[in-house]
């Protein structure tokens, strides 16, 4: 029988029997064995602790991947891993092969349920610090002054499965895992300040309306479609939470620019016991924007990574993304109402006008997770994950959370040892009596894992409230009766619907109609697209009508008076300006553009902390007068939605030589010159979607033959390329230019 074959020894490995000697390097292996590349210093997440309390870079025990040669999972090194063993060359393999069996054994194993909602995610480390300025209500350490606590956030859509865009119209998933000194605190909220239902127990209801249809599992990841419509209308108490859905929320730009809310009233209790109502809010430090619906839709095809991979990218390049915690507060008074609106009903909300967001905190995400699923797949969050100061309340909807959610992870997860995984074990020191089960890794020690007892020297001892136990409040429950049902103030669905609508912008106004239109339009069934209308009839009848000419259909009448309700400006959008951090400015260029003009206002972008992309006929480097410039994006791979605003740097016959005669021919057909079209619908695309323009020399002449008016808002034509980045820039702190379009214009983005 032949020698064990393989394609390549190692140098410096010792030869092995029957084994060919070294062959010649091949360029595109390393050929000297060495350490891996230590994880880049902005990647490296906080301390993360083993089961033996020891932080987990001082373990070597539990890191895989470490050292140069390859071994099976039982430490014994390898020779081959291409090669079954076989009997002779073109012979069958053999059973007795247990690298091969071992190595196809694991990788079928490799998948685990994915999350049964917020399937679709992207994580991130970072530190959260507290102002103090909370301490005088709540007793929590990590919100002192100045205290520095690790955390791992996970953003999330929620309807589709773990391979779904992320841009499609749906609630964001927010979870912050606070790793404190006196026990992990989650936060598990939402980008959306309010929820679907009031009660719990029809969150299995909702979610299967939402998730695809159970025959054909159509449509992925959207809520445009007959059950999720047919449930919302016929449980009115949806109407809030669907309205900020298709409201420019449902779309947001980035992780990065989007809100945080806690959605329940929690309790907070100070050192003396004292106790506070509080909502939490969590404020991004570059503001709130919103996708447009069209670019939402064409990045789920162009780039469906596209939130993860902006959050990567800007924790990468040093943009840290900061949001600042909040808190609404209210006197825990023995109705829990904050004027005349019930504090445990999870669809309203309290006008920031009326209990302004006080900010607590601040937290700084610094570093992408070093695997993905090891991290940011395996982190296990739950609403019951609390620390002494920060106690619940009876919404009945938190209640059903606090069972739900450690229940799910023994199905996800494999076991009740979750608490163990690195990405959720806490910081501070774990002392419990849980013991065994599948994947137990803790190795413990004593013989008495009960109390009293008398063998282990009566350990482990209770805490009291002042050694730090979590006592929980002493809240009195009033004398009642069982029964199933909920108290009259749930009954009211729609004075904050409405609230939410009236204190929208027009522009934002008409994208909800515009989101409703199109959402119910994908019904197939007549009825539900008339029931929803009739929700919206008790809503705005200026929306209900505005959806029902879209749909072809009758407007009904509103069911009675409509509720008197006071805007709350807070909840726009528009209006305010931002820093402008992270922004993609495209600048399309080529070789006969004015380059060291092109070089200079690179520059002038990253300082400005922006990312400048170059835009070009081809890969490489443009090298003409003043050059080179390396090029980051060409006519054939940028498409518009990656970028915030575009720059054409001269050169008005761009692509043209470049590209094939077909589409210049194209181009000269539609009357373009020869500009290439693909610039084209660059341009014209970001103008449609409200986006900065600016242009320089014969710049501006691709913008005429797009469609863009010099004069239309937003557009911006001058012969000194700093100052169009300057007036481009002005307008990027507002994120979009909307008085390109006046009110009654949609139907063109
Ligand atoms: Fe939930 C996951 C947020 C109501 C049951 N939920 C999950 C995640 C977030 C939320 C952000 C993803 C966590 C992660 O990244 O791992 N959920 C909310 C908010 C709610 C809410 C803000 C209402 C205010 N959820 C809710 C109810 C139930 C659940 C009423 C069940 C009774 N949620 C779950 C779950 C999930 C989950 C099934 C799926 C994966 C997981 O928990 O770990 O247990």
């Not at 620390?387 to 009740?416: E, H, K, M, N, W």
Request: some cysteine; glycine content about 10%.
């Amino acid at each position: 029988m032949a020698g064990p074959t393989h394609d390549k020894q190692q140098k410096g490995e010792p030869p092995i029997p029957g084994r060919p000697g070294p062959e010649a390097p091949q360029l595109e292996e390393p050929t000297e064995p060495r350490e891996p590349l230590p994880p880049k210093k902005d990647q490296s997440g906080p301390e993360v602790y083993t089961a033996t309390g020891r932080a987990l870079d001082a373990d070597p025990t539990v890191r895989s991947q470490t050292g140069s040669r390859l071994t099976t999972a039982q430490g014994l090194r390898l020779y081959d891993t291409d090669h079954s063993l076989k009997a002779g060359e073109r012979g069958p393999v053999l059973l007795q092969d247990h690298h091969l069996r071992e190595k196809i054994t694991h990788f079928d194993h490799e998948r685990i349920p994915e999350r049964v909602v917020h399937a679709r995610g992207a994580a991130a480390h970072g530190v959260f610090r507290g102002y103090g300025t909370a301490s005088n209500i709540c007793k929590a350490a990590f919100l002192g002054k100045d205290v520095e606590t690790p955390v791992f956030v996970r953003f999330s859509t929620v309807l589709g499965s773990r391979g779904s865009a992320d841009t499609v119209r749906d609630t964001r998933g927010f979870a912050t895992k606070f790793y404190t000194q006196q026990g992990v605190f989650d936060l598990v909220g939402n980008n959306i300040p309010v929820f679907f239902i009031q009660d719990a127990i029809k969150f299995p209801d909702i979610i299967h309306a939402g998730k695809p249809h159970p025959d054909r599992e159509i449509p992925q990841a959207q809520s445009a479609h007959d059950t999720f419509w047919d449930f919302v209308s016929l449980h009115t108490e949806a109407a809030h939470h669907t309205l900020w859905n298709m409201s420019d929320r449902g779309i947001p730009r980035s992780f990065r620019m989007m809100e945080g809310f806690g959605v329940h009233t929690f309790r907070l209790v100070d050192e003396q016991g004292g106790t506070t109502l509080v909502k939490f809010h969590w404020k991004p430090r570059l503001g709130v924007h919103s996708l447009t619906w069209e670019e939402a839709q064409i990045t789920g095809g162009v780039d469906p990574d596209f939130h993860r991979r902006d959050l990567a990218d800007a924790i990468e390049a040093g943009a840290f993304p900061e949001w600042e915690l909040g808190i609404q507060t209210f006197p825990d008074n023995p109705e829990q109402t904050f004027r005349g609106i019930d504090l445990l009903d999870p669809t309203k909300i309290v006008p920031e006008e009326w209990a302004p967001v006080q900010p607590i905190g601040l937290m700084t995400l610094t570093a992408n997770p070093s695997n993905f699923f090891a991290e940011t797949e395996q982190v296990a969050f739950h609403p019951g994950h609390l620390v002494p100061g920060i106690d619940i309340t009876d919404d009945p909807l938190l209640a059903g959370r606090l069972f739900s959610y450690i229940d799910t992870q023994i199905t996800r997860l494999g076991g009740p040892n979750f608490a163990q995984i690195p990405v959720n074990r806490p910081h501070a020191p774990i002392n419990d009596m849980l013991r065994d089960g599948l994947h137990q890794t803790a190795v413990h020690s004593g013989v008495a894992p009960y109390r009293p007892n008398s063998l282990d020297g009566g350990c482990p001892f209770l805490a009291g409230a002042a050694d730090g136990a979590y006592v929980e409040t002493p809240v009195t429950v009033p004398e009642s009766t069982k029964v199933r049902a909920a108290p009259a103030s749930f009954a009211d669905h729609t004075s904050h619907p409405r609230r939410f609508y009236l204190s929208l912008d027009p522009v934002e106004r008409e994208h909800v109609i515009a989101a409703y239109t199109f959402e119910l339009s994908k019904c197939y069934e007549q009825a539900v697209k008339e029931r929803n209308l009739r929700v919206l009839a008790d809503i705005d009848p200026e929306l209900c009508a505005g959806v029902a000419a879209g749909l072809g259909l009758p407007a009904p009448e509103p069911s009675g008076p409509l509720p008197d309700v006071e805007p709350s400006p807070a909840l726009s959008q528009l209006g305010h300006t931002w820093p402008t951090d992270g922004r993609i400015i495209g600048i399309i260029a080529d070789e006969n553009s004015d380059l060291a003009a092109l070089s200079d206002l690179r520059s002038t972008v990253l300082e400005g902390g922006m990312v400048p992309l170059v835009i070009a006929p081809h890969g490489g480097e443009l090298a003409g007068s003043g050059g080179p410039v390396t090029v980051q994006r060409t006519f054939a791979n940028a498409r518009s939605v990656e970028f915030d605003a575009l720059l054409v740097a001269g050169a008005p016959g761009m692509g043209a030589d470049a590209y094939g005669a077909r589409d210049v021919k194209a181009a000269q057909r539609q009357g373009s010159g020869n500009i290439d079209p693909r610039v084209l619908l660059l341009l014209s695309e970001a103008y449609r979607h409200a986006k900065a323009l600016g242009a320089w020399g014969g710049g501006a002449d691709a913008l005429a033959a797009a469609g863009c008016p010099q004069d239309a808002p937003g557009v911006v034509v001058s012969q000194d390329p700093g100052s169009v980045l300057s007036e481009v820039t002005d307008l990027l702190t507002r994120h979009r230019v909307w008085d390109r379009f006046p009110p009654g214009t949609t139907a063109t983005r």
